[in-house]
C-alpha cells in the first residue's frame, strides 16, 4: 500500500481515536498478516548452543526444529534462573511455572498449538489480561483480580505456540518504573542489579528485565509515555512500539485511550518482528485494529540483506532523518551510530529541522494525557484515593484539567501531526529521535535498539520514529545496523550475591524509594 494512502488512513484513524469512535471500511477488513509466519533457518551462535537461555527466540526456534533443544529444556533453565536470581532481578509479579513446565512437555510431544512460537516462553507485563492467572498492574484497586479470558495480543501469542512463564512486574498502573505502592523501588535495570538506583526505563520493567537477566525468551510490554523503547534501550534490547492500532489492546488495563500500545521487547531486530507479527492484526474486540492496512511481512524485513562477499546493505533505499540536537547528548555513541548507518548501503543521512514550537506541541500540551488516565479510575478517585498509592498525583492532577483545555491540547495535536508528517518527515523515511513522547503523542511507530554502553557500563540505546503503518522499514534499518554490530548479542553479569527468598517485592534499606512528587515527574 502507498505511503500516500497510509497516511490518509492514519489521520482518519487518529481523527476517529481522539472522538471516542473508530475507523471502519477504509481497507478491506481482512488486512491481516498474509500467511503463516516461519522463522528463518538461522545461524545459531555458540554461546546459544551452550546455554539455552543464552538463546534468542529465533535461535531456540532453530535449535528445537534441528532437534537440538526442546521446549522443557528451555523452560525449566529459565525457570532455574529466576529461582536463583528474581529475588534480585524482581522482575515477575507472579510465576506460573508449574503451568509452564505443563504446557511446554506438551509442546515437547507435539501436542496443543503448532504456531511459529510453539515452545517459546515469554513474559507478558501485568496489565495484560491472562485467564486464571492474577492481574494486579502492580495496583492495589486490582489486587484480587484474575481474569476469565486473555488478552487478545496474549491469546495470539498463546494460539502461535507461545508460553506464558509468568507476569512481569510493572510501575504502578503503568505510571513509573516498578515499586511498592509506597514508591519503593523493586525491579531493577538486569545490567546493575547491586544498585538498585539506576533507572531500569519506564514503566515496563519487568518484562524488560526478564529478557535482559535471561529468565525468558522474550517478552511484551505497553508504551502510552516511551515504557517500550525506554526500557530497551536501558537493557540493550530491542523493542518496537507499532502504529496506533497495529495491535489490539483488548484486555489491557488501559491508562490513555489515544496512546496505549502494546508491543514486543525482545533480543533483536528478528525477536521483534516474530513477536509483532503474532500479535498485529485487526481484532472486533479493539475497534481502533480495524479498517487499516495489511500487516507486511515483518520476519522479511528482520532479515538483513547480505551479499556473497558478507556486504550488508539495507532492504530499500532509506533516507534517515537526523535532527540537529542528535548528537547533544552521548556524542561519541550517536556519533558511532551514524558512521555505521553511513556506512551502510541503501542509507543516506538526512539533516532535518524541527519547527519553532516543537518545545510547546511535545511539552506544555503534553499534560493532556493526564485527563485520559484519570477518566476510566475516576471510581476508584471517588471511592479510596489511597490505592493509587505513590502515583496518586498524576490522577489527581488530570481531574484539575479543563474540557477546553483537553479540546485545545487535541488542537496542538493536530497541529504537530502536520508539522511531523509534512515537515520534520517530509524529508526521511525515518527518523532518529531523542525521546519518545512526540511519536507517543502521535501514535506513529518506533523502534529502539542498543548501539553501546557508558563508561559505568550501563545500555544506552538509539530510537528511531517511522511513517504510519511502516513498521517494516524501521525493522529492515535495525536489522542492518544489527548485522554489522553486536551490541545487541551482549547478556549482562548474574547478580554478585542473589538476595534471599524472602526479600521479593518487600521494601529493603537498601531499595530507594520515589516521592510523590517523583513519581509525577516521571510518570508516562
Known amino acids: 500500500m502507498s505511503r500516500a494512502l497510509n497516511r490518509r488512513v492514519f489521520l482518519a484513524s487518529?481523527?476517529?481515536?481522539?472522538?471516542?469512535?473508530?475507523?471502519?471500511?477504509?481497507?478491506?477488513?481482512?488486512?491481516?498478516?498474509?500467511?503463516?509466519?516461519?522463522?528463518?533457518?538461522?545461524?545459531?551462535?555458540?554461546?546459544?548452543?551452550?546455554?539455552?537461555?543464552?538463546?534468542?527466540?529465533?535461535?531456540?526456534?532453530?535449535?528445537?526444529?534441528?532437534?537440538?533443544?526442546?521446549?522443557?529444556?528451555?523452560?525449566?533453565?529459565?525457570?532455574?534462573?529466576?529461582?536463583?536470581?528474581?529475588?534480585?532481578?524482581?522482575?515477575?509479579?507472579?510465576?506460573?511455572?508449574?503451568?509452564?513446565?505443563?504446557?511446554?512437555?506438551?509442546?515437547?510431544?507435539?501436542?496443543?498449538?503448532?504456531?511459529?512460537?510453539?515452545?517459546?516462553?515469554?513474559?507478558?507485563?501485568?496489565?495484560?489480561?491472562?485467564?486464571?492467572?492474577?492481574?494486579?498492574?502492580?495496583?492495589?484497586?486490582?489486587?484480587?483480580?484474575?481474569?476469565?479470558?486473555?488478552?487478545?495480543?496474549?491469546?495470539r501469542l498463546k494460539a502461535a505456540g507461545g508460553i506464558v512463564l509468568g507476569k512481569?512486574?510493572?510501575?504502578?498502573?503503568?505510571?513509573?518504573?516498578?515499586?511498592?505502592?509506597?514508591?519503593?523501588?523493586?525491579?531493577?535495570?538486569?545490567?546493575?542489579?547491586?544498585?538498585?538506583?539506576?533507572?531500569?526505563?519506564?514503566?515496563?520493567?519487568?518484562?524488560?528485565?526478564?529478557?535482559?537477566?535471561?529468565?525468558?525468551?522474550?517478552?511484551?510490554?505497553?508504551?502510552?509515555?516511551?515504557?517500550?523503547?525506554?526500557?530497551?534501550?536501558?537493557?540493550?534490547?530491542?523493542?518496537?512500539?507499532?502504529?496506533?492500532?497495529?495491535?489490539?489492546?483488548?484486555?489491557?488495563?488501559?491508562?490513555?485511550?489515544?496512546?496505549d500500545h502494546a508491543g514486543p521487547l525482545a533480543r533483536d531486530a528478528m525477536d521483534a518482528a516474530l513477536m509483532l507479527q503474532v500479535m498485529a492484526g485487526p481484532d472486533a474486540q479493539d475497534p481502533r485494529t480495524l479498517g487499516l492496512p495489511a500487516v507486511p511481512d515483518l520476519i522479511r524485513s528482520a532479515t538483513p540483506v547480505v551479499s556473497r562477499g558478507g556486504a550488508v546493505r539495507v532492504r530499500r533505499a532509506t533516507r534517515i532523518g537526523v535532527p540537529a540536537d542528535f548528537l547533544g547528548a552521548q556524542k561519541e555513541l550517536r556519533g558511532a551510530l551514524l558512521d555505521k548507518l553511513d556506512a551502510i548501503s541503501g542509507v543516506t543521512l538526512v539533516d532535518v529541522t524541527y519547527p519553532a514550537d516543537w518545545a510547546t506541541l511535545t511539552g506544555t500540551f503534553n499534560a493532556a494525557r493526564l485527563a485520559e488516565r484519570t477518566e476510566p479510575f475516576r471510581h476508584w478517585l471517588r471511592a479510596d484515593p489511597t490505592k493509587f498509592g505513590v502515583s496518586l498525583l498524576s490522577w489527581l492532577q488530570g481531574l484539575m484539567l479543563s474540557g477546553d483545555e483537553w479540546i485545545t491540547a487535541q488542537r496542538a495535536k493536530n497541529h504537530l501531526l502536520r508539522e511531523v508528517l509534512d515537515g520534520v518527515m517530509g524529508r526521511c523515511d525515518v527518523l532518529l529521535q531523542t525521546g519518545p513522547v512526540p511519536f507517543d503523542i502521535l501514535g506513529l511507530p518506533e523502534i529502539a535498539f542498543p548501539i553501546g554502553f557508558d563508561p559505568s557500563g550501563v545500555p544506552v540505546g538509539a530510537i528511531l520514529g517511522g511513517q504510519p503503518y511502516e513498521e517494516d522499514r524501521l525493522l529492515e534499518v535495525a536489522a542492518a545496523y544489527q548485522a554489522v554490530t553486536d551490541w545487541h548479542t551482549r547478556r549482562p553479569a548474574d547478580p554478585v550475591s542473589p538476595a534471599p527468598a524472602t526479600a521479593r517485592l518487600k521494601a529493603t534499606p537498601a531499595r530507594p524509594r520515589l516521592s510523590a512528587e517523583e513519581a509525577a515527574a516521571t510518570s508516562a
Open 168 to 259: 512481569g512486574q510493572m510501575g504502578p498502573l503503568a505510571t513509573t518504573r516498578a515499586t511498592l505502592p509506597n514508591g519503593t523501588v523493586t525491579t531493577v535495570n538486569a545490567w546493575t542489579p547491586e544498585d538498585p538506583g539506576v533507572d531500569p526505563g519506564g514503566s515496563s520493567t519487568g518484562p524488560a528485565c526478564s529478557v535482559a537477566g535471561r529468565l525468558a525468551s522474550s517478552s511484551i510490554g505497553t508504551q502510552t509515555g516511551g515504557s517500550i523503547v525506554l526500557p530497551s534501550n536501558q537493557q540493550n534490547l530491542t523493542g518496537l512500539k507499532p502504529t496506533m492500532g497495529r495491535v489490539s489492546i483488548h484486555g489491557v488495563i488501559p491508562l490513555s485511550f489515544t496512546r
Open 14 to 155: 487518529s481523527a476517529a481515536v481522539a472522538s471516542g469512535l473508530a475507523l471502519h471500511g477504509a481497507v478491506p477488513a481482512s488486512a491481516a498478516s498474509a500467511g503463516t509466519p516461519r522463522v528463518p533457518d538461522i545461524d545459531v551462535r555458540e554461546a546459544a548452543r551452550r546455554d539455552p537461555s543464552e538463546a534468542t527466540l529465533a535461535e531456540a526456534v532453530v535449535l528445537m526444529r534441528r532437534g537440538k533443544l526442546t521446549s522443557a529444556t528451555l523452560t525449566e533453565a529459565y525457570l532455574e534462573r529466576i529461582e536463583r536470581y528474581d529475588t534480585t532481578y524482581q522482575a515477575y509479579a507472579e510465576v506460573t511455572g508449574d503451568a509452564a513446565l505443563a504446557a511446554a512437555r506438551k509442546a515437547d510431544r507435539g501436542r496443543g498449538s503448532g504456531g511459529v512460537l510453539r515452545g517459546i516462553p515469554l513474559c507478558i507485563k501485568d496489565n495484560y489480561f491472562t485467564k486464571g492467572v492474577p492481574t494486579r498492574c502492580n495496583s492495589l484497586i486490582f489486587e484480587d483480580f484474575v481474569p476469565d479470558e486473555d488478552a487478545t495480543a496474549v491469546a
